[in-house]
C-alpha cells in the first residue's frame, strides 16, 4: 500500500507556475477582471536579494492600471527627493570621467506615470498585497512544480511540498513564469537560443557609511564604471535604501569563489578610494543570454525570464516580464470571455519574441560590444584630447539611446496596415502621433478624464465625436468584445495627428486615422484577419526608422 499523500485536484481558468513579479503581475491582471487564476510559488515570502530595481515609466502605468501604483512609490525605500539617477564613469565612481546614464526621464512626458527605483522584494510585497485583494485568485506557497502537461480540453501542473503534499492544477491555460530555469517550458518542450559569454559575475550586497559618505556628493543611485580591464562588461554599483546598503557585480576571474574572491580589492579599486564594509550577501552567476523559440505550445504559455534572459544591463529584465504579463493577460481574458479570434493567442510569441530578440541585439549585447571597443581605442593616459572627444560623444549618445528604445509592435499580425518588411522590435523613437503597432501618449479626453485610465477592459475608441461609430459598435456587441467609446480633446487629437484612434487594452494603437474604421479593422486587432480590407479603412503607418 503506497504511503504517498494522495493528489489534491483543483480547477481553475488559468493556472500560473512561478509567484514571483511577472507571475504575481498576470494574475492581478486576470483576476482583476474576474478570470479564477491559481499560483503557485514555492516561496512563502520574497527573496531579500536587491535586483530589478529600475521599473520604466511603462512598466509604472502598468501599476497604476493593476491598482497599485501609489503603494508601490510608498514602498520606496530611498527618501523622495534622492534622485534615481546615476553615472557612467570610467575608471571608477570617483574618476573625474563620468556622465549620466540612461535618463529615462527625457522621455517622460510620451507615459502617464513617471519611473520609479526600488528593490524587487518591495515591488513583489506590494503586488502580493494587491494579489490578496481578489477574490478569484487562489495562491499556493510552498509548492515545486514536477510535471505539466496538456491535451486538446485543458493544461495541467502536478506540484508537491516539501512535506509530501500533493496538488494537480487543471487549467484552460497554463503559464510558466518559474524563471531561467523553468519547468513549464522544459517540459513542454520549447527550445531555447542560448549563448553563453563566458562570464562568472559576483554579485555583492554591502554596507558601509564611509563609502555612502564617498558617493554623497554626486547624489546618484547607482553607477556603471568602465574599467579597461573588464573588457567592456561593467562594475556596477547600486543603491538599496538610504541606509548606506549598496548592492555591486561584476565579471570575475573563473574559478573564484566566496573563500578566494578578494572583494575588498574589486571594491576599493571600482570606487576609487578605500573604506570599510559589511557584506550581507554574496553569491555568483554565470553571464548568458537565453530566448525560447516560441512563448507558447498549444495551452501552454511562458512569461519572464522562462521566456528569455539576459545579463542585467539597462534595467530591462523586470520591465519586459511586465510587458508580456500585460501583452499575454488581455488575450487570455478575449479567449476565456468568447471574443477573440482564432490567431489572437498566437500573436502574443509573435509580437513579444521579436522585441526580446530586438531588445537584446541592440541594446544589450550591442552596449557590450561599444564599450569594448571604446576602451580598447580610447585611454586618457595614452591620448586625452582623443579620449576627451569621443567620450563626450558618448554623453552626447545617452539621450539618443533612450529615445530609440521603444518597444512596438510594427508588423503585427494584429494590424491591417504597416511597412512592408516591417515586425515587432524593441528600436523606434518617441512620439505624440499615434502610429498602430505603437504605445499612445498621454492625453486628455473632453469630460476632463484622462485617455490612459478606463482602457484595459477591452478596447477604446477615441474620436472628436462619437458620430459614425455604431457599425463598430454593431460588431463588438456581436462578438462579446468591450468597446468604449471616448471623446478626446482637439489639442489630443491635434498631438496624436488623427481623428480616431482605436486602442487596444495594453494602450498599444490598433488603428490611426482620420474617420472610424470599418468592423475588418477591429477584426484584425482581435486575431480575426479579413480577406480584404477597404483601402478607405487602412492608414497608412510609415516607420520611425524610414526618414521618408
Not at 278 to 293: N, V
Not at 482 to 489: E, F, H, N, Q, S
Not at 512 to 541: C, F, H, K
Amino acid at each position: 500500500m503506497s504511503n504517498e499523500a494522495p493528489v489534491r485536484t483543483i480547477s481553475t481558468q488559468v493556472a500560473i507556475v512561478g509567484g514571483g513579479p511577472v507571475g504575481i503581475a498576470l494574475a492581478i491582471a486576470l483576476g482583476q477582471h474576474g478570470v479564477r487564476c491559481c499560483v503557485i510559488e514555492r516561496h512563502s515570502a520574497p527573496q531579500q536579494v536587491p535586483k530589478g530595481q529600475n521599473l520604466t515609466q511603462r512598466t509604472m502605468e502598468h501599476f497604476r492600471s493593476w491598482g497599485c501604483a501609489t503603494e508601490l512609490r510608498a514602498a520606496r525605500t530611498m527618501r523622495a527627493d534622492r534622485p534615481i539617477t546615476g553615472w557612467t564613469s570610467y575608471g571608477s565612481i570617483l574618476g573625474e570621467h563620468r556622465y549620466p546614464w540612461m535618463p529615462r526621464e527625457e522621455v517622460g512626458a510620451f507615459y502617464a506615470e513617471a519611473n520609479e527605483r526600488l528593490p524587487q522584494y518591495r515591488t513583489e510585497s506590494v503586488l502580493r498585497t494587491r494579489l490578496a485583494e481578489l477574490d478569484s485568485v487562489t495562491v499556493l506557497t510552498g509548492f515545486t512544480a514536477e510535471e505539466v502537461g496538456q491535451s486538446s480540453e485543458l493544461a495541467w501542473v502536478a506540484a508537491t511540498t516539501r512535506d509530501g503534499e500533493r496538488i494537480r492544477i487543471e487549467a484552460q491555460f497554463l503559464v510558466g513564469c518559474d524563471g531561467a530555469r523553468s519547468v513549464v517550458r522544459t517540459q513542454t518542450g520549447i527550445g531555447q537560443e542560448r549563448s553563453d559569454v563566458e562570464r562568472l559575475m559576483v554579485l555583492a550586497v554591502f554596507r558601509s557609511t564611509e563609502f555612502d559618505e564617498l558617493v554623497e556628493p554626486l547624489d546618484i543611485s547607482f553607477a556603471n564604471v568602465l574599467n579597461p580591464t573588464m573588457d567592456g562588461y561593467w562594475q556596477f554599483f547600486g543603491r538599496v535604501d538610504d541606509r548606506e546598503t549598496w548592492f555591486f557585480h561584476c565579471p570575475v576571474a573563473p574559478g573564484t569563489d566566496t573563500e578566494n574572491i578578494d572583494l575588498s580589492e574589486i571594491l576599493h579599486s571600482a570606487a576609487g578610494a578605500s573604506f570599510n564594509f559589511e557584506i550581507e550577501h554574496l553569491g555568483f552567476w554565470e553571464l548568458r543570454f537565453e530566448l525560447a523559440d516560441s512563448y507558447s505550445d498549444g495551452r501552454i504559455f511562458i512569461a519572464g525570464d522562462a521566456a528569455h534572459s539576459h545579463p542585467p544591463y539597462g534595467g530591462y529584465g523586470i520591465n519586459t516580464g511586465f510587458e508580456d504579463a500585460a501583452n499575454l493577460a488581455w488575450k487570455l481574458i478575449a479567449e476565456i470571455e468568447g471574443w477573440a479570434g482564432p490567431d489572437l493567442l498566437a500573436s502574443y510569441s509573435a509580437e513579444r519574441r521579436p522585441v526580446f530578440a530586438s531588445l537584446r541585439d541592440r541594446f544589450i549585447r550591442r552596449s557590450i560590444e561599444v564599450d569594448r571597443a571604446f576602451l580598447q581605442n580610447y585611454s586618457p593616459a595614452q591620448d586625452p584630447d582623443a579620449f576627451t572627444e569621443a567620450w563626450a560623444q558618448r554623453s552626447f549618445g545617452t539621450a539618443a539611446e533612450v529615445d530609440s528604445y521603444e518597444p512596438n509592435y510594427e508588423g503585427s499580425p494584429l494590424l491591417t496596415s504597416s511597412i512592408p518588411g516591417a515586425a515587432p522590435g524593441a528600436v523606434g523613437a518617441h512620439l505624440a502621433r499615434a502610429r498602430a503597432g505603437h504605445h499612445l501618449a498621454p492625453g486628455e479626453l473632453a469630460d476632463g478624464g484622462a485617455v490612459f485610465d478606463g482602457t484595459t477592459i477591452g478596447f477604446t475608441l477615441l474620436t472628436l465625436q462619437q458620430a459614425g461609430a455604431q457599425e463598430l459598435v454593431d460588431q463588438a456587441a456581436e462578438w462579446g468584445l468591450p468597446l468604449r467609446i471616448a471623446t478626446m480633446t482637439a489639442d489630443t487629437s491635434l498631438a496624436y495627428e488623427a481623428e480616431v484612434v482605436l486602442l487596444r487594452p495594453d494602450h498599444f494603437v490598433a488603428w490611426a486615422g482620420d474617420r472610424v474604421p470599418g468592423a475588418e479593422v477591429l477584426g484584425y486587432a482581435v486575431g480575426r484577419p479579413a480577406t480584404s480590407i477597404p483601402p478607405s479603412n487602412m492608414t497608412q503607418t510609415r516607420s520611425v526608422l524610414d526618414p521618408a
